[in-house]
């Protein structure tokens, strides 16, 4: 959760960058901000460089990739609780490896690998929110059509290994847009679906290939994922929601 009253007596900040090929999604992104009196700015362009150069590539490249900031260094609550767990078992052992807790050093391993991409000398908060806090992966029923299930697993796994390495500490959010509905009609919506004079066009994905995919991000890479059905859904469920998170 984000205090919007301030973090170490500064003003929090959110921005919001999509890819600038999704420029038309900005005004509906924008009207839905304004509707929750959100602040957040929304950037499709990275010429004054505020985003690191390697993960606004990334979104040029892969084209589906939009990224949440804030201006200061965003840690989840897993991140927080084993920071707490390395404290604890530092202030309660004396040095005797026979007396340490075994989960405390599980601990300490776990804190220190995700701080690994921390500064001392890094200010808490910033003047402007350049921290990546969530990277959302956003995939539609096109990605299946012009490929296979095969390949979308391959190319989800791929972008999220590549996030994994390089923010470690950063949430992951895998969106399915209109997927599962086509996973259930195929390239007929619901309504065709049922008319006799309409073929029946098979689906190149099917619900239980979809439900091994996020199975397997969630148990792999501690991945969420959100499933949405329609452009509206997918701005007010997914971004904007997150950002007032």
Not at 32 to 60: P, S, V, W
Request: proline letters at 4%; aromatic letters at 6%; hydrophobic letters at 35%.
């Amino acid at each position: 959760m984000v205090d919007r009253d301030g973090v170490d007596g500064r003003s929090a900040q959110m921005a919001l960058w999509i890819p600038p090929s999704w420029h038309q999604l900005r005004p509906l992104l924008e009207k839905f901000r304004d509707a929750k009196n959100a602040n957040l700015d929304i950037h499709t362009d990275n010429e004054q460089e505020l985003l690191d150069g390697e993960i606004y590539n990334l979104m040029c490249r892969e084209g589906n990739i939009c990224t949440l900031c804030s201006n200061f260094r965003y840690r989840t609550q897993l991140h927080r609780a084993l920071e707490a767990a390395e404290r604890e078992a530092m202030l309660n052992t004396d040095g005797s490896q026979t007396e340490q807790s075994p989960g405390s050093s599980v601990a300490t391993r776990a804190s220190d690998w995700l701080m690994a991409d921390s500064s001392d000398d890094e200010s808490p908060v910033q003047s402007i929110a350049s921290q990546p806090v969530t990277l959302f992966l956003i995939y539609t029923k096109d990605d299946i059509v012009s490929s296979s299930s095969d390949a979308l697993r391959q190319r989800i796994t791929t972008s999220v290994e590549i996030f994994r390495v390089l923010y470690p500490t950063v949430r992951l959010l895998v969106i399915m847009h209109g997927i599962r509905l086509y996973a259930l009609h195929g390239h007929n919506s619901t309504e065709s679906s049922q008319s006799p004079q309409r073929e029946a066009q098979a689906p190149l994905i099917h619900n239980l290939t979809l439900d091994d995919i996020i199975c397997s991000l969630m148990v792999e890479y501690q991945v969420d994922t959100v499933e949405a059905e329609d452009d509206v859904e997918l701005v007010s469920d997914g971004l904007l929601n997150e950002s007032n998170a």
